[in-house]
């Protein structure tokens, strides 16, 4: 539709444009060029990640997660696996530059400080596990929204944002030091190596990033973490929703018994234990407050 002023725009109960409204009505997603810009919906990165699926390089999880969903049990196949590139690797460097430019873009506005809390909690709302846009102004979520590709992360997953944390400093004074995604692969391995994991419980009470759960994600579908840094867990909650989007699952999806029905020379019955009723963003326990994933 070239008439972009005709676009209507519906709502989402809280006052927020509806993409999948918008999608529906329009047949394609919003373009920079109409009146609400993409990224002001929540979510807008999501159909790009399932998009970049189409790749044969990139594992289909979006696709195995909805059509779980849609089937309302386990499917009769593993987990895609997803194969996670150590944070140094010349795999990663495309995305790491990219990265460097959209820090770059923030910081000339707020400061070095403060760049990599905004431009998370710029991509929370652009994956939609956050609520609250950006207060970034329009022209320099423009700039974000040119300049990120999501495919660099997609074809070579891994975590970038943690990595970026670590290198330029951030945190280092709270004792923050990622465990190397290689050591976090060969733990999920020793760990969950043989059988049907998806119904495990695991459970990262020291989170940070997410690493050692991204591992844990060609297993397990039921993953959980908490961290005293809300930032952390932020980013850990993006990491799923590029690349393993199992908190669209809800917590009673599947029953506390049920066994994985893989074929039979696969099948070996979880260990399973019930999940927590909320996995919410802030849960006060005791001080000092911990955020949960």
């Known amino acids: 539709m070239s008439d972009t002023a005709a676009i209507q725009v519906r709502q989402e109960p809280d006052g927020s444009p509806s993409l999948s409204e918008f999608f529906i009505e329009n047949g394609r997603l919003p373009f920079v060029t109409d009146e609400v810009k993409p990224w002001e919906y929540r979510g807008w990165l999501v159909p790009y990640i399932q998009m970049c699926e189409a790749h044969p390089s990139i594992s289909p999880r979006y696709d195995y997660v909805l059509r779980t969903i849609e089937a309302g049990r386990l499917l009769d196949e593993p987990i895609p696996e997803c194969r996670f590139v150590g944070e140094r690797s010349k795999e990663t460097d495309p995305g790491m530059k990219m990265l460097a430019q959209l820090v770059k873009t923030i910081e000339s506005r707020t400061g070095y400080s403060r760049s990599i809390d905004e431009l998370a909690k710029w991509l929370g709302f652009a994956t939609g596990v956050t609520p609250e846009r950006s207060e970034l102004a329009d022209g320099d979520q423009e700039q974000l929204y040119r300049i990120f590709d999501i ?66 994600s060609n297993y ?13 867990v932020l980013v850990t909650k993006i990491n799923f929703a590029i690349f393993a989007p199992w908190h669209l699952i809800p917590a009673s999806f599947f029953p ?4 994985a029905s893989l074929p039979a020379r696969e099948k070996r019955a979880p260990a399973v234990t019930e999940r927590p009723e909320s996995t919410r963003f802030t849960t006060e326990i005791e001080q000092p407050k911990l955020f949960e994933f």
Request: hydrophobic share 40%; with cysteine; proline share 6%.
């Open 151 to 216: 495919s660099k992360w997609l074809t070579a997953p891994s975590d970038y944002l943690g990595e970026y944390m670590a290198e330029y400093g951030y945190g280092k004074g709270a004792g923050f030091f990622p465990t190397p995604m290689p050591i976090c692969t060969m733990m999920a391995q020793l760990v969950y190596g043989d059988g049907d994991h998806r119904l495990a419980m695991v459970n990262d009470p020291c989170v940070g990033t997410g690493r050692t759960l991204l591992a844990a």
């Open 220 to 232: 397990s579908l039921r993953l959980t973490g908490q961290d005293i840094n809300w930032l952390c």
């Open 256 to 259: 506390a018994r049920e066994v």
